[in-house]
T-cell receptor
Framework: KQEVTQIPAALSVPEGENLVLNCSFTDSAIYNLQWFRQDPGKGLTSLLLIQSSQREQTSGRLNASLDKSSGRSTLYIAASQPGDSATYLCAVRPPEAGGTSYGKLTFGQGTILTVHP | EPEVTQTPSHQVTQMGQEVILRCVPISNHLYFYWYRQILGQKVEFLVSFYNNEISEKSEIFDDQFSVERPDGSNFTLKIRSTKLEDSAMYFC?????????????FGPGTRLLVL
């Protein structure tokens, strides 16, 4: 059974710092991995999707990497801002084994990020 | 930009009552999902739905739960007889296709409180 773990559980940094959030998964046979942002009491906003054949994806100040063989992904946030404060979730999607998976995601617990001015 | 919408945003109900949570997926999407998040816990998969039938469900999705796409635009989750432990945030999600580049989009959630 796939397990997804995120460390650290919480992170507090001053504005302007570069930071790294970590995600690990126990079964390296994944189809893709998504990073989401969740604001308190709100829904999930997709930030980046990395396909299993890719090593990294970039969007603005965000860069996500994937090392499938070691079961790890990192989300790098450059020049952090107070508006980046949120919970960051990673989620993996299993491969389509015989058509038995229809795209469900398995989530980690999340990293609560606080960026203070 | 198209988005997944959910109603209501909050619902309070008495234990044993039936609730229906509603979702409107993105219009050209074919795959639909329900997830839940109990306060302080991980987001958990409940069920996936494609071509008007359930394609996969988790152990959580027992006989008390059902899903329906009644009219080609709405996607509903019904809980027949709510329990205290059903209190959670329920998220609807949709996806256009199953290619590895396809993103899963989530709605804002319905917060369900069972008293």
């Amino acid at each position: 059974k796939q397990e997804v773990t995120q460390i650290p559980a919480a992170l507090s940094v001053p504005e302007g710092e570069n930071l790294v959030l970590n995600c690990s998964f126990t079964d390296s046979a994944i189809y893709n991995l998504q990073w989401f942002r969740q604001d308190p009491g709100k829904g999930l906003t997709s930030l980046l999707l990395i396909q299993s054949s890719q090593r990294e994806q970039t969007s603005g100040r965000l860069n996500a990497s994937l090392d499938k063989s070691s079961g790890r992904s990192t989300l790098y946030i450059a020049a952090s801002q107070p508006g980046d404060s949120a919970t960051y979730l990673c989620a993996v999607r299993p491969p389509e084994a015989g058509g038995t998976s229809y795209g469900k995601l398995t989530f980690g617990q999340g990293t609560i990020l606080t960026v203070h001015p | 930009e198209p988005e997944v919408t959910q109603t209501p945003s909050h619902q309070v109900t008495q234990m044993g009552q039936e609730v229906i949570l509603r979702c409107v997926p993105i219009s050209n999407h074919l795959y639909f999902y329900w997830y839940r998040q109990i306060l302080g816990q991980k987001v958990e998969f409940l069920v996936s739905f494609y071509n008007n039938e359930i394609s996969e469900k988790s152990e959580i999705f027992d006989d008390q739960f059902s899903v329906e796409r009644p009219d080609g635009s709405n996607f509903t989750l019904k809980i027949r007889s709510t329990k205290l432990e059903d209190s959670a945030m329920y998220f609807c999600a949709s996806r256009r296709g199953l290619a590895p580049r396809e993103t899963q989009y989530f709605g804002p959630g319905t917060r369900l409180l069972v008293l």
